[in-house]
């Protein structure tokens, strides 16, 4: 089953993808140039650190390399 959502965001994709000859690079840069001018706030959240103690871990077999 074909999602129209997901869809229409893969034609823009492609289309903004041609637009640029699939360079990385000034694809990038493109969207960094339409983030700042949006008006938008953009927030960056520091990465989750997983709370682990020894309790919780389960010794796993160790596996042997191929």
Do not use: W
Not at 25 to 42: K, M, W
């Amino acid at each position: 089953m074909k999602d129209p959502i997901v869809e229409d965001v893969r034609k823009y994709r492609m289309a903004h993808t041609r637009k640029f000859k699939g360079d990385l690079a000034a694809i990038c840069a493109d969207l960094r140039i339409v983030q700042e001018t949006s008006g938008h706030e953009v927030i960056r959240l520091s990465p989750k650190r997983l709370e682990t103690d020894s309790a919780s871990i389960k010794k796993r077999p160790h596996r042997r390399a191929r």
